[in-house]
């Protein structure tokens, strides 16, 4: 019953995919991510209600599937992190794996139904190779994606951080739980059996239903926007700030005047109030280069930009909660009207500033 849930959300995911307007190429790619869990499911279900052995033709049309996982994950991860186009040649060299197991099973397409039957009821006796081959095979593949999905999403926030003040909104929490998703199912495949194995991928399909319709600008008409949500010229030029540290000519008597004029500008005109707040937005309001900004908060505080952000909104609050004519508010509406977006970064930065939660800080 499991399995026939998992199909139905699946297809009900992929028409969503199929009918959304203005897809960009993350959503096609997702789309075809989708789309091969529901053909992997559909195979599956015919094999556990025996409509495989029924129509043959089907048997052994799941093994190659698990290899396309992993790559349209870190295709999907790259699309939405790096904001470029992945080129046809990425996915045929990627794809590479897919092929070769596709074309190692040519033997067993040859055999007659009813000696594909035969090799399925005696547990691939005969092609015990092919087995040894594909598990291994999706084993690495599995890891390998699922590892590189996570830490190119570690890289990208460490980047957002650079350039901007709240990054919960983005879709770093969605890309990891897909990441982490896949890699726990292949934990699975390595000691358990098939049934434990692909009720967890129908879980998994459920969760992705869950968690992108709910958590993420995935299935309605909005997808991410660049990290930095400026010109592609902009990201790349806070990429490479560190490089470009060295030779910026920004003597640190100029650094500390950038930082002595944005602490002027933050207690004057408080645009950490505003949660879209990013880098090049505030060095444009000082007449400073970005990159020439990020090194004097890096260096006159020894923190990211987001970090700095953060700091003077967890003042903004502790002035504003302290105040007698806002005992009416929550906490969290309060940090709200200071500029975060999110609860857990209100509770992550506060009890970095105070050492307690803001329950445990007011009422003590």
């Not at 987001?306 to 309060?334: C, D, G, K, S, V």
């Amino acid at each position: 019953m499991i399995f026939l849930v998992g199909l139905i959300i699946a297809c009900f995911l992929f028409m969503l995919l199929l009918l959304k307007e203005n897809k960009e190429a993350a959503h096609y790619i997702l789309m075809a991510w989708i789309g091969v869990m529901m053909v992997h499911i559909a195979l599956i279900y015919s094999h556990f209600t025996g409509i495989d052995f029924q129509y043959p033709q089907l048997l052994g049309l799941t093994l190659p599937l698990p290899l396309l996982h992993g790559v349209l994950l870190y295709a999907y991860t790259l699309e939405l992190t790096e904001q470029k186009p992945v080129p046809v040649s990425w996915f045929l060299l990627h794809l590479l794996p897919f092929f070769t197991l596709c074309f190692l099973e040519i033997p067993f397409f040859q055999l007659s139904n009813a000696q594909k039957i035969a090799v399925f009821q005696q547990k691939g006796q005969g092609f015990e190779w092919f087995m040894m081959i594909q598990f291994v095979a999706i084993i690495i593949s599995g890891f390998a994606y699922s590892i590189a999905s996570i830490v190119r999403i570690q890289q990208n926030r460490r980047t957002m951080q650079e350039v901007l003040s709240n990054t919960d909104h983005r879709m770093l929490g969605w890309l990891e739980f897909l990441a982490i998703g896949l890699g726990l199912i292949w934990c699975l495949a390595i000691f358990f059996d098939d049934d434990v194995i692909f009720s967890a991928v129908t879980f998994f399909v459920l969760m992705i239903g869950f968690w992108g319709i709910h958590q993420a600008p995935v299935f309605n008409n909005t997808l991410i926007e660049n990290a930095a949500e400026t010109p592609k010229q902009k990201r790349t030029e806070t990429n490479t700030t560190e490089i470009r540290y060295a030779k910026s000519g920004l003597q640190t008597a100029a650094a500390h005047e950038i930082l002595a004029q944005l602490e002027q500008l933050m207690r004057s005109e408080k645009p950490y109030e505003n949660p879209e707040l990013t880098l090049p937005e505030l060095a444009q309001r000082l007449h400073v280069p970005p990159n020439q900004l990020s090194q004097a908060i890096n260096s006159g505080t020894q923190t990211s930009f987001y970090q700095y952000i953060n700091t003077w909104r967890i003042e903004a609050f502790l002035t504003r909660a302290a105040a007698p004519e806002n005992q009416h508010f929550t906490y969290l509406a309060l940090a709200f009207d200071c500029g975060f977006n999110a609860k857990t970064t209100f509770n992550k930065y506060f009890k970095l500033k105070t050492g307690k939660t803001p329950s445990e800080y007011f009422n003590t």
